[in-house]
């Protein structure tokens, strides 16, 4: 059974860091790509960021890049996600999810969730302004 167990989340203020960690289990870690995913208040679920263990490519959404960094350590079975200079516009519910597949189009990074995909339970981000 494929599991995923999100952890890290917790209030902090605009312009503060917070990591995010998601363990994995169940399936063959390098064999797939796992992306972390928001869903703030109201709104629709959104990507923002992905790494494949297939070949090592990540992906970021535009509003995140430079500030977010995704890593992964395939000897604990675990994905990260180091979030700096958080703003007030990026809180909501952070979900780990697999399987995901990164690729190019237009010279641009993109990714996508896969048909057979599970979620972890996420972890609440709030941003204090």
């Known amino acids: 059974e494929v599991k995923l167990v999100e952890s890290g989340g917790g209030l902090v203020q605009a312009g503060g860091s917070l990591r995010l960690s998601c363990a994995a289990s169940?399936?063959?870690?390098?064999?797939?790509?796992i992306g972390w995913f928001r869903q703030a208040p109201g709104k629709a679920r959104e990507g923002i960021s992905c790494?494949?263990?297939?070949?090592?490519?990540?992906y970021y959404r535009d509003s995140v890049k430079g500030r977010f960094t995704i890593s992964s350590d395939s000897a604990k079975n675990m994905v990260y996600l180091q979030m700096n200079s958080l703003t007030p516009e990026v809180p909501g519910v952070y979900s780990c999810?697999?399987?995901?597949?990164?690729?190019?189009?237009?010279?641009?990074?993109?990714?996508?969730?896969?048909?057979?995909?599970?979620w972890g339970q996420g972890t609440q981000v709030p941003v204090s302004s």
């Open positions: 790494i494949s263990q297939r070949d090592g490519s990540t």
């Open positions: 999810v697999t399987d995901v597949d990164l690729y190019s189009a237009f010279g641009a990074p993109h990714c996508i969730l896969l048909p057979d995909r599970s």
């Open positions: 169940g399936f063959t870690f390098d064999a797939k790509a």
